[in-house]
């Protein structure tokens, strides 16, 4: 099973602690959040793994050598020279990500403990291009749109009072949040590298927004017993540091 972990980003938000480390290897727990998130790939039966990098990347490749991969056959996707949000860098690792078989896709700074494989399968035997790891319980003014269903139709901004599609009718659907693990299948996979050219940086995000008519995209309901954590702030990792466990 293949599985990529965004690890590139600068990490700006949680400086100061990432002036001098990439985001990825910051802590938690005694462990880089990138140690965590490989374990709990690996305990899901991922064996082919790729690693975007850019910021102090070479500290990431070192901490993956200290570590022998993990066991795993690792691949870097070096987009030291430009940074290319979670869209490019995708497009960048497709030729990698090529397989039979659907791919998982992680942010380093997500850390749960959310059945990967069971997410994985459930990917598989609902047919979907893509799944989504939602929550619908998040205190959030923006939000991707889903039907009862749970297949995708836009996004929203309630505060701008701003939807897209622009035409789409937001009363007819849920709110939920992106929890940052997806799966996508090389048919989407192969969409996104020709939809989009090679060395440009977009979100992946707003690719599912423009995409959702015309790819089926799916959600997956955050369940209430799991923990999940988004390192995305001092503040966010304090909590995770305190209340995180193994």
């Known amino acids: 099973m293949k599985a990529m972990i965004f690890a590139a980003g600068l990490g700006k938000r949680l400086q100061p602690e990432t002036d001098y480390k990439p ?111 939602v929550d619908s319980n998040r205190n959030s003014s923006r939000g991707l749109l889903f039907d009862d269903k749970l297949k995708m139709h836009g996004w929203i901004n309630t505060e701008a009072k701003y939807c897209r599609p622009d035409n789409l009718s937001p009363e007819l659907y849920k709110r939920y949040s992106f929890n940052g693990i997806h799966v996508l299948s090389q048919n989407a996979i192969r969409d996104i590298a020709s939809h989009i050219d090679g060395g440009a940086a977009f979100s992946i995000t707003d690719y599912y927004i423009d995409s959702c008519e015309r790819l089926c995209i799916k959600g997956y309901q955050k369940p209430d017993d799991i923990q999940w954590f988004d390192i995305g702030s001092p503040e966010k990792l304090k909590v995770a540091r305190n209340k995180y466990r193994l």
């Open 23 to 133: 985001k990825a290897l910051v802590e938690v727990c005694g462990k880089p959040m990138l140690g965590h998130v490989i374990d709990r790939l690996k305990d899901a039966g991922v064996d082919f793994l790729v690693i975007n990098v850019h910021h102090f990347a070479n500290q990431i490749i070192d901490y993956l050598n200290a570590n022998n991969s993990f066991g795993l056959e690792i691949h870097i996707s070096d987009e030291s020279e430009q940074l290319l949000d979670t869209g490019g860098g995708i497009v960048k690792a497709a030729r990698l990500l090529a397989d039979s078989a659907p791919v998982i896709v992680h942010n380093a700074d997500i850390l749960t403990d959310l059945d990967l494989a069971c997410f994985y399968k459930h990917h598989l035997s609902d047919g979907s291009d893509i799944t989504l790891f």
